[in-house]
């Protein structure tokens, strides 16, 4: 361990120094961590870490497009399956609402027709309920559409599908009568037909959404590997160091008699170890 600089090696230090100017000059200047970095060098670091900043910045802006994406996805995939739901709920009602047609059935069956088909038609109000996804819900009376944008700056619109009872034109359909029965049976034909439409609307919806939302990972992956992760060169200090040694080398040649001049035993007493 050093612990004291001799005296005799600071006169050879200073003897030398007085013919070469290089000890405390911009030669040995070490920048932060002891990093020999030339004025070229600085510039170039300087301009790889604005590079740096914006590629973070990019991939802030694509994580936060990602997110938006990623919500809007699942509430039209909850959506979809919600509106699978309210599709087989409409199918059983039509199926009822047949039966109900008849003139000739028994007051205790007809009864039970009726509260099976309310039963049924109850239903639809939580069905559509569990579409709700956050404050989202495309398939809900009077729902608003979505726009959401992409990586690229494109608009993806989500337009909404209202599958409630009101929307679908079946919030009244009963079967207490043959004759609401036959009505019934038509509003409900009539609303599967609405309802594989909107299904479809809410299928285009999911798939470029689900693209848009497959382009923002893998932009945003893309970005971190080759953005960020190469510009962030670990041996990016090593090379600076190398390449300032050897502008030391260099410089220090042209003063090699000067060197050679200098009592060897002023540099041996240069530092002294302690006791």
Do not use: C, W, Y
């Amino acid at each position: 361990m050093v612990s004291l600089i001799s005296d005799l090696g600071l006169i050879g230090l200073t003897t030398l120094n007085s013919g070469t100017g290089v000890v405390g000059g911009d030669l040995l200047r070490a920048d932060s961590a002891l990093n020999f970095v030339s004025e070229s060098n600085k510039t170039k670091l300087r301009g790889d870490f604005v590079t740096v900043e914006i590629s973070l910045a990019n991939v802030a802006g694509f994580k936060t497009t990602k997110m938006s994406l990623t919500v809007a996805d699942t509430a039209v995939a909850a959506a979809i399956e919600a509106a699978k739901g309210i599709r087989d709920t409409v199918v059983e009602l039509a199926a009822v609402a047949i039966q109900a047609e008849a003139e000739n059935i028994d007051t205790d069956v007809r009864n039970e027709m009726i509260v099976r088909f309310e039963t049924l038609r109850d239903r639809l109000a939580g069905q559509v309920d569990q579409a709700t996804v956050g404050n989202a819900n495309f398939i809900a009376e009077n729902a608003p559409d979505a726009n959401i944008q992409d990586v690229e700056n494109k608009t993806i619109r989500i337009e909404a599908q209202d599958l409630s009872a009101q929307g679908l034109g079946i919030s009244h359909v009963k079967v207490t009568l043959a004759s609401e029965a036959t009505a019934s049976h038509i509003l409900l034909k009539q609303a599967l037909t609405t309802l594989a439409t909107r299904l479809d609307g809410l299928e285009s919806s999911a798939t470029e959404v689900s693209t848009a939302l497959d382009a923002a990972s893998r932009l945003t992956h893309l970005h971190v590997e080759k953005a960020v992760k190469d510009l962030i060169d670990p041996d990016i200090t090593l090379v600076n160091a190398e390449l300032r040694a050897l502008d030391i080398r260099q410089r220090l040649g042209e003063h090699a008699l000067a060197i050679a001049n200098v009592n060897g035993f002023s540099f041996v007493g240069l530092v002294r170890p302690s006791q």
